[in-house]
């Protein structure tokens, strides 16, 4: 049982030694040399990370991501979301989610003052997800979307981001039509880097979810709390309330235990 979740950890601290890359040009050498390689344009998309739940492993998750960039700012993405049955004998995933994007980020990087600044990005794009399932189980859909990104940072001591998202379904098949009354058209992101001057939360980062389906009192939270671990990337704690942790189950109502782990690339 325990093996099943060291293995899971060294596959996923694997696929980041692998293909994780950097998101600036190393010093010294400009971005355009940097980008000249079809390697140094992967770069990390969404947290890449591996938990179980503090009260048995029938609920243990991992999430890959990464991003492609094809021109300045053109990305192509994709992230995987599963949900793991390590409780049970023959181990089976309860369900994964696969979303590619395609996006095209505005403003990524904020003014190079040394002193505190802030700016607004904006993440244009369209997404499929699906769970790679046939028949009654079959679930997908297609969006666009607008990603605001305000930013306010400190460099060095913090960061702050507000990332609401607009996201409109362009179709939706499967046995999921009623997506929207679960998920809604609005979320809210906010992200927090605690770098220096705050003690022992020091390399601190807290991320919090907010989701409101079209339907009354269809709530979702997610909260993301992860602190530096030196060579095993960031020790990560997960909380989810409410509705359709998995595509598969979208519609039903989930509060699962708080979940432990490693986060390996964060927000």
Do not use: C, M
């Given at each position: 049982m325990y093996a099943r979740i060291v293995f899971t950890l060294c596959f996923m601290l694997a696929l980041v030694c692998i293909g994780a890359t950097p998101d600036r040009a190393p010093a010294g050498q400009t971005e355009a040399a940097a980008s000249e390689t079809f390697g140094d344009k992967f770069l990390p998309y969404e947290p890449i990370y591996a938990v179980v739940g503090i009260d048995g492993l029938d609920t243990a998750k991992f999430q890959l991501g990464f991003k492609y960039r094809f021109i300045d700012h053109l990305y192509l993405g994709y992230s995987q979301t599963t949900v793991w049955d390590l409780d049970d004998p023959s181990a089976p995933f309860r369900d994964t989610s696969h979303r590619p994007t395609l996006f095209y980020h505005f403003k990524e990087h904020g003014p190079n003052n040394p002193g505190r600044r802030s700016w607004l990005g904006v993440a244009v794009g369209g997404e499929h997800e699906?769970?790679?399932?046939?028949?009654?189980?079959?679930?997908?859909?297609?969006?666009?979307?607008?990603?605001?990104?305000f930013t306010v940072e400190d460099p060095g001591k913090s960061k702050l981001r507000i990332i609401p998202e607009i996201i409109y379904f362009t179709s939706v098949s499967g046995g999921n039509r009623d997506i929207a009354e679960y998920r809604g058209h609005v979320d809210l992101q906010v992200i927090y880097d605690m770098k220096k001057g705050f003690g022992w939360l020091d390399g601190v980062?807290?991320?919090?979810?907010?989701?409101?389906?079209t339907e009354?009192?269809?709530w979702t939270t997610q909260i993301?709390?992860?602190?530096?671990?030196?060579?095993?990337?960031?020790?990560?704690?997960?909380?989810?309330?409410?509705?359709?942790?998995?595509?598969?189950?979208?519609?039903?109502?989930?509060?699962?235990?708080?979940?432990?782990g490693l986060m390996f690339v964060r927000w």
């Open positions: 699906s769970n790679g399932k046939a028949g009654a189980d079959s679930r997908s859909l297609n969006t666009v979307y607008l990603r605001p990104v980062q807290i991320a919090g979810l907010v989701r409101k389906g009354k009192n269809r993301e709390i992860s602190r530096n671990a030196g060579s095993l990337g960031h020790w990560y704690i997960q909380f989810f309330k409410g509705w359709g942790e998995t595509l598969l189950n979208y519609n039903e109502r989930n509060d699962t235990p708080i979940r432990v």
